[in-house]
């Protein structure tokens, strides 16, 4: 009899659940549901890059989305789900109470965005993560090593030193931090209880400083010599940490009941979206997985014994098992792609505020063919060594040398040119990050054999995919499944529930394959590899400038 799987996938704007068949990798259904709060920009300040999520938009998306795809189902297949895994973005941490109760699910704390999960792109802790890196660097041990030699304010510790020094009550309330894909599999099994919640490998590895090497976490003489705040935290965390093939627990007869589901339903530990999106696309050694969306991650898996010796620079982290387990995993990435894109959307929609005459849903309808105009457009638009280019850092620099102090620039512009002009140029600029990053990897010895993209733009944007495809000068596989994450957490949830020994064997079984291969136009290469240059150039520019604090104008 077939046995069917949950897969989970929280991401910056929706949760959505795939209802998979074990065996076969069918995709029985699907559901998506948006974060309302979040839509209504609640508990969010994007001009100090505050950017928060309440846990009830997290708690009635999952319940919503899970009880759809299920009742969408026949009841043989219902009573035949055998497992369930999650992912969520990633570094999005929550204070929480003795129980595991995230504060902002307290009275007092309800409306405090100091209280609720800390969004991977947020960025109010810049100043913070400057200062773990000045203490790494001149600590007897540097726990920024394995993740790249820079800490990120998007990461887990900048966020809670900044919590801890922005909001004493949050300070003084909270008993430990827990990351959003931790938390989620402890919710389902009703075992919150932060001192033994089973703690991602993944985002602890990547995001958390943790390592073997020294003994898990950053020691509590550092965090403490950080600042006073953080004396005692490191007790009230993790030592131990889990790969994502293994169960947390069986299912809470709650949510047993609430998703009308058998009460031996396994549950996986959590981990990363890119990271499961990188599984479900049958990530393979020295594959290049971009998962491409508001942000990009590239996720890249090698042999452990190849690279045991070698710190790789400039990069999110190398992690043993933070992909597949019993493998290397890298991470990198832009920290906006698609976000950029939608910035020039919004910054070209502003005349419509003006029409207060036009009903809602047609102002709607054409903010939403502003990006498809664009493209069809800059197709059109030679490509010419003397174009505008435009830096792709409007949210930071994630890759390579993280610094999300960075800002975005555009060089070159001039009276001829027009909002689709201003687009390529932008569209060029997060190719030629993309681009950056893969030098990155292969100036360190580190081989791309095969890039494969996946998310909503490699989906749906035929002129961004095929510009990236020009700028690498590398064919790009694109993955089938429109729900890729969603896929590879169903894979990790077949393995947590035995059906497989290894997420190898569930890769094999369940890969929903390539539905598009993007091939580059050889004679663009040439004239985009010279576009690169001015990209680095400008780049370098910047970078001196804003390390000199020096103001200029660059022609």
């Known amino acids: ?37 979040w839509k209504d920009n609640q508990y969010c300040d994007a001009t100090i890059s505050q950017f928060r999520q309440h846990p009830l938009d997290y708690i009635e998306g999952l319940t919503a989305s899970v009880q759809e795809v299920l009742s969408g189902a026949s009841s043989r297949v219902v009573a035949n789900v055998v497992g369930i895994s999650i992912d969520t973005t990633g570094s999005t941490p929550v204070p929480v109470n003795e129980q595991g109760i995230p504060l902002a699910m307290l009275p007092e704390f309800s409306e405090n ?42 990461w887990f510790w900048s966020k809670i030193l900044h919590l801890l020094r922005a909001d004493d009550a949050v300070a003084q309330k909270a008993f430990s931090w827990v990351e959003h894909c931790d938390w ?5 099994t009703g075992k919150t209880d932060p001192l033994s919640i089973k703690r991602s490998r993944c985002a602890a590895g990547h995001k958390a400083m943790w390592h073997e090497e ?51 339903v396994m549950i996986g530990t959590g981990g990363i ?52 387990p019993h493998m290397l995993g890298m991470e990198a990435g832009q920290a906006a792609f698609g976000d950029l894109y939608a910035w020039l959307a919004k910054v070209l929609s502003f005349p419509l505020k003006l029409l207060h005459f036009l009903p809602p849903k047609e102002l709607a309808s054409i903010s939403e063919n502003i990006l498809p105009a664009l493209a069809e457009h800059a197709s059109k638009i030679p490509v010419r060594e003397d174009d505008m280019v435009a830096l792709d850092w409007i949210n930071g620099r994630r890759t390579p040398d993280t610094d999300l102090t960075l800002t975005g620039t555009i060089s070159g512009i001039r009276l001829g040119m027009e909002a ?3 687009f390529k140029a932008l569209v060029e600029a997060t190719a030629f990050g993309s681009k950056a990053i893969i030098n990155q990897f292969k100036n360190q010895n580190i081989p791309i054999h095969e890039v494969i993209a996946l998310g909503g733009i490699a989906k749906k944007s035929p002129y961004v995919m095929q510009t ?37 064997e569930a890769q094999t079984a369940m890969t929903s ?38 103001s200029f104008h660059i022609k």
């Not at 989970?8 to 709060?37: C, K, M």
């Not at 989620?184 to 389902?188: I, K, R, S, V």
């Not at 004396?231 to 609430?258: C, F, M, N, Q």
């Open 184 to 188: 989620m599999p402890a919710f389902l």
């Open 468 to 504: 990236l495809t020009n700028v690498l000068d590398l064919p790009i596989k694109v993955v089938r499944s429109e729900q890729t994450c969603a896929l590879g957490a169903a894979m990790f949830a077949a393995t947590a529930a035995g059906i497989y020994d290894t997420i190898e």
């Open 1 to 37: 009899m077939d046995k069917f799987v949950v897969g989970i996938d929280f991401g910056t704007d929706s949760v959505r659940a795939l209802l998979v068949n074990a065996y076969t990798g069918e995709e029985v259904g699907s559901a998506v549901q948006h974060y309302p709060r």
């Open 420 to 422: 689709p002009h201003i």
């Open 513 to 550: 394959g390539f539905d598009k291969c993007y091939s580059p136009e050889k004679e663009k290469v040439p004239v985009l590899e010279h576009l690169f240059g001015r990209y680095c150039e400008l780049g370098r520019n910047i970078t001196v400038a804003a390390s000199n604090n020096i």
């Open 113 to 154: 965005p100091n209280g609720m999960f800390v969004l991977w792109k947020d960025h109010t802790a810049n100043a913070e993560a400057e200062e773990i890196n000045f203490l790494a660097k001149r600590w007897p041990v540097d726990y920024t090593k394995y993740s790249g030699g820079m800490y990120s304010s998007e």
């Open 214 to 264: 020294f003994d898990g976490l950053p020691s509590e003489a550092f965090l403490s010599t950080l600042d006073k705040r953080m004396t005692g935290i490191r007790r009230r965390l993790y030592r131990s940490t889990y790969t994502s093939d293994e169960a947390v627990g069986k299912i809470s007869p709650e949510w047993a009941a609430r998703f009308r589901l058998p009460g031996h």
């Open 273 to 324: 979206d890119a990271h499961f999106g990188a599984v479900g696309s049958n990530i393979k050694p020295y594959s290049l997985v971009k998962v491409i969306g508001t942000s990009t991650c590239d996720m890249l898996i090698a042999p452990n014994e190849k690279y045991s010796t070698q710190l790789v620079k400039g990069i999110c982290g190398q992690v043993d098992g933070s992909i597949v």
